[in-house]
């Protein structure tokens, strides 16, 4: 199921896999603690807060206000053919912080501490093994979603 991020995750089981499939659906989900209501994104199997182990997931809208960026010049290994390209991170306005990609849709020239983002998953399909990443795109950028949530 983890494959789906580039990475490949051992355990037989995790509480979180739900997260994965979500993804695919194009849907951002956050987690809720179903003892003290914290919430978290991505999903976390406990609880920050209170370490309870039951949780229920929510959609996250993808709204986000950015929080810092870097243009990397000089990639890790792997993303050499990507090069110069402009990571960021943003706070969601529900809960959490990602990390990801200025998306094309917001020039290089026009990207601002505390300007207004919408987070877009992305699925690379073109491969056989799914791989999602997401883009930080201009507010009100939409993406592809399945008509239900599981």
Avoid at 10 to 29: E, I, N, Q, Y
Avoid at 74 to 95: H, K, N, Q, S, W
Wanted: glycine fraction near 8%.
């Amino acid at each position: 199921m983890f494959k789906w991020f580039g990475k490949v995750n051992f355990s037989p089981f995790t509480k979180v896999t739900g997260f994965a499939d979500h993804l695919k659906d194009g849907r951002l989900m956050g987690s809720r603690c179903k003892k003290c209501g914290a919430t978290s994104f991505p999903p976390r199997a406990d609880c920050v807060e209170c370490m309870h182990d039951e949780f229920e997931f929510f959609e996250v809208s993808g709204r986000a206000t950015l929080h810092t960026y870097t243009k990397i010049a000089t990639a890790p290994t792997g993303f050499e053919d990507m090069v110069p390209y402009i990571v960021g991170l943003a706070d969601l306005r529900e809960t959490g912080r990602i990390v990801a990609w200025i998306g094309d849709t917001i020039p290089e020239e026009e990207i601002r501490i505390g300007m207004e983002m919408q987070v877009v998953p992305r699925i690379f399909e073109e491969t056989e093994e799914i791989k999602v990443y997401y883009t930080l795109e201009k507010p009100g950028t939409t993406w592809m979603k399945a008509d239900s949530i599981h």
